[in-house]
Structures are given as C-alpha cells and as structure tokens.
T-cell receptor
Framework: DGGITQSPKYLFRKEGQNVTLSCEQN?????MYWYRQDPGQGLRLIYYSQIVNDFQKGDIAEGYSVSREKKESFPLTVTSAQKNPTAFYLC?????????????FGPGTRLTVL | GENVEQHPSTLSVQEGDSAVIKCTYS??????FPWYKQELGKRPQLIID?????GEKKDQRIAVTLNKTAKHFSLHITETQPEDSAVYFCAARIQGAQKLVFGQGTRLTINP
C-alpha cells in the first residue's frame, strides 16, 4: 500500500510524556518528511531529511525531534515541550534525483493527548 | 520563503457540475505545482501536477492551469461524481528546494 508505513495508527499520550512515531519506507527514497495536519490548516512541515544522518527543521519544529540513522526509517519524537500535540501526523518520501519526482505519503498516525 | 494561498476553503457542487479550486503562490522561482486529494481518514494522494514550462495539463475529468505571470494555478474537475468528495490540497516547490509548501486545503462536497 504505497511502500510507506506508519505506526501506530492511533496513539494516546498523557501530558508530559514523550512519544515516538514510526515511519518506514521500502521505496529506496532518499528524502523523507514529517507533516502535521490540523483541521483547516493544511499540511505543515515539521522536519525533513535529504540523506542519512542529516535533517533540517521545517516550519513548526519546536517540540519535535527526529533521527535518520537508516535510509528506510525516519522516526519522529513528540516531546513534552510540544504544547498542543494532538493532531494527525503524516510521513512522506520521494526520490532525491529529479526535480519533479512525486512525493508519497504514509497512512498517518493520529495522536491524542489525554 | 514560499507562501501558498488556496480558495475556497469549502466548496459544494451538484453532481455533474464542474468544480474549480484556485491557488496563488508568492515565489516566482517555484516551478512545480502538484495537487493532492485526501479522502476522509486516508493519506493524501497525487492526482495531477504541472511544471512551470506548461500552461495546462489534463487527465480525463481533471485539469490544471498555470498562469506564471499572475502566479496562480487552478484545479478544474468536470462532470463531478460523489467519489470526488474529498479535501484537495495544492502545493508549490521552489526550483532547487526539496520541500513542498501546501495550501490550506479545500473541502469539496458533491451533492447528489
């Protein structure tokens, strides 16, 4: 189903806890992305990575952290510093070479803070 | 940086009629403009895209037009069907950049 998987599908967190969202792809894509989706606000970029062991902040990186130790994996940690973490989180990837390569999305993780 | 504005935020049309969603972008260096469709609870999926060297592109009932001078592009859906109901996002990528900037989305509802 698209080659990008995210887990879990639903995640519940208590205030003050850190949680990690998983994103894996088997498309051999170099670039990977994390977006946050809130109603009426579109897709906002949190972090992205173009190659292993390198990543850049997006527009709303505060309260989040990432790692890129393997080409296939780009986990996102939502820390307790993120004040409003309840949202739908989407991971995406695309091939590095080629300016017009399609960006594919994973199925998403819905995070709810209790 | 790039900024993308999308209108309208909601759109309701009768089945069989046409729907048009419009986006404007700010950076003239943008050269790639994809459109994504997101059904309820699902992932966004690419439905059509256009490059800056093309003015119009069609794929069956879907078309996209680009006006580089005015810096706006539009999605046109003809002969709408119930399965067209979804949220549609436009996006733009600056030449050489690795990230897309998305519009706020349009919730399209097709009324039977």
């Amino acid at each position: 189903d698209g080659g990008i998987t995210q887990s879990p599908k639903y995640l519940f967190r208590k205030e003050g806890q850190n949680v990690t969202l998983s994103c894996e792809q088997n498309l051999n894509h170099d670039a990977m992305y994390w977006y946050r989706q809130d109603p009426g606000q579109g897709l906002r970029l949190i972090y992205y990575s173009q190659i292993v062991n390198d990543f850049q902040k997006g527009d709303i990186a505060e309260g989040y952290s990432v790692s890129r130790e393997k080409k296939e994996s780009f986990p996102l940690t939502v820390t307790s510093a993120q004040k409003n973490p309840t949202a739908f989180y989407l991971c995406a990837s695309r091939a590095w070479r080629g300016a017009y390569n399609e960006q594919f999305f994973g199925p998403g993780t819905r995070l709810t803070v209790l | 940086g790039e900024n993308v504005e999308q209108h309208p935020s909601t759109l309701s049309v009768q089945e069989g009629d046409s729907a048009v969603i419009k986006c404007t972008y700010s950076d003239s260096a943008s050269n790639y403009f994809p459109w994504y469709k997101q059904e309820l609870g699902k992932r966004p999926q690419l439905i059509i895209d256009i490059r800056s060297n093309v003015g119009e592109k069609k794929d069956q009932r879907i078309a996209v037009t680009l006006n580089k001078t005015a810096k706006h592009f539009s999605l046109h859906i003809t002969e709408t069907q119930p399965e067209d109901s979804a949220v549609y996002f436009c996006a733009a990528r600056i030449q050489g950049a690795q990230k897309l900037v998305f519009g706020q989305g349009t919730r399209l509802t097709i009324n039977p």
